[in-house]
């Protein structure tokens, strides 16, 4: 290999790069408003939900349990309306999620130890954020007639001896302790953006030279094809430390994403990533003759996995098994274990090790292979 | 070391079943200019681009400079300047980063980069376009830029594929002047062509036809021998010849 030529390919790539303002927007662009985007819009966090009361019972008992749910910041009342009717409307004009009825002999039930239920309604139409808003309002109802109910008991007995309640659960979540989505969304989306700008940009830089006709020029010279993937390579990997160091300083100062482990070995992993996506795009546009085709391949083969199937949003652990076997062989699946082991549990080397791997397994792979078909290409 | 340039022996390509060069044979000296004849699709482009190394041969022999295409484009690559029918340059680079870019992949040394540099931007007479964009220059310039970038790194022996296709007949024939120019200075240059009044411009040529070569020699030769005026005439007589033999 000649550095010479090598260098040569670099610069000139850095110039159509600098040159194009296509690319150089998409270079630029594509991280800045991923971010904005998910990092704020993204949000998975479910509070303040929308909610009517209708209380048929109206004692002291019944107020006392709405008091409970006008106190939690996860519901906000927007009204007691005095029939069944309203809540139904409100739902189906979208004008709220949950809907509780409190039925007439509620207290009554309660103070003769009987079971108390409570009717929650609820807009299933979005799933998610339905079970987690269920689940708010089930524990609201739950704790506040346990604790009645175990109230009534100790008076009856006359003994201070039964508290309520019965078993107590304290929980502790770690390394994202208020459980704020844009925590995991942030870091998570430093593996898509690099393999969208690694993959796509890359993608068009080989397509184009054939487009051109410009290729043919460079095989009559010594240029050899590792020559070229590695000096097109090196001009689009300084785009990527570019975009990284964006996406990094847009996570840590402006969605205060806690960097909690070695930020050397962050900037180390990514750069492996950064090989592999690189190559990927030069591979798939080594094996194209329009920039067209190499494009649209790039979207499809680095956004949607990216996306999906690194567990950057979606929980791997829930698809079906065989779509979780194939995301084994995405490499942002890899990178996002790190990003987050790194970002938010602050492990190093020694935890994310098999990661750093593979990472580092793929690149090499991949730049083989593209070697190889450009090699194939030509000949 | 052999006193030819380029040594074709018995070459056939097929692409599939279709026999693009037919069993061609031919010599070229060097410091000559060897003019490639025949209309389009005749062969002479994938002829040329076996000798460059862009292609392996079916079969028979190719040698440029010695050196055996099949067996080292390398070596052949380092020592030839090419000059594809597209002008292969950078549209969004200027004139002085094509020239730049080429001279770092031809690898030519660091310290004579600036001297080669110069005498390519005054043989093109485009030294005062160096910061144009490449884009924004005339065809014949572009043109004139093309060849330049082919022989930054002074290779003995030149290909132009059809170098004055689609370019101006004043811009041609100062083209043919830069030929000449290459050639005094002992450069071999192999150029193809459909235009024949360019024909006339060469030391000898070849007139290729569906893949074979029909006829070779010098163009005074070539018109004593059919007692023509022209070489137009020369080329209609032996096409019609070899039809004739065909059908």
Redesign the interface.
Known sequence: M?L??T???T??EM??IL??PRSLTMALAVPVLMLLLFGLALSLDVDHIPTLIYDADRTATSRALIEQFRGSSYFQILGYPDNYKAIENAIDRNQILLGVVIPPDYSRRIESGKEADVQLLIDGSDSNTASIALGYAQGVVQLYSLDLRSQGQNRKGGLAARKSPPVDSLLRVWYNSRLESKNYVVPGLIAVILMIIGSVLTSLTIAREWE???M????????RPTELVLGKMAAYFVVGIVDLSISIGCGVLVFQVPLRGSFLLLVFTSCLFLFGTLFWGIYLSAGSKTQLEAYQMAMLSSFLPAFMLSGFVYAIESMPPVIQAVSYLVPARYFVVILKGIFLKGVGLDVLWLETLFLAGYAAVIFVLATRRLKQKI? | MTEWAVEIDDLLKKFGDFVAVDHVSLKVGKGEIFGFLGPNGAGKSTTIRVLCGLLTPTSGRASVGGVDVARDPETIRRNIGYMSQKFSLYDDLTVEENIHFFSGIYGVPKNLRAERRDYVLKMAGIEEQRNTMTRLLPGGWKQRLALGCAILHDPPILFLDEPTSGVDPIARRGFWDLIYQLSEAGRTVFVSTHYMEEAEYCHRVALMYRGRVIALGSPRELKEKLSVSSMEDVFIAMIEAADKEAA
């Open positions: 000649n010479r030529r260098g040569a390919v610069r000139k110039r159509h040159r194009d051109m006709g410009t043919e020029q460079l095989l009559s010279t010594p240029l000949t």
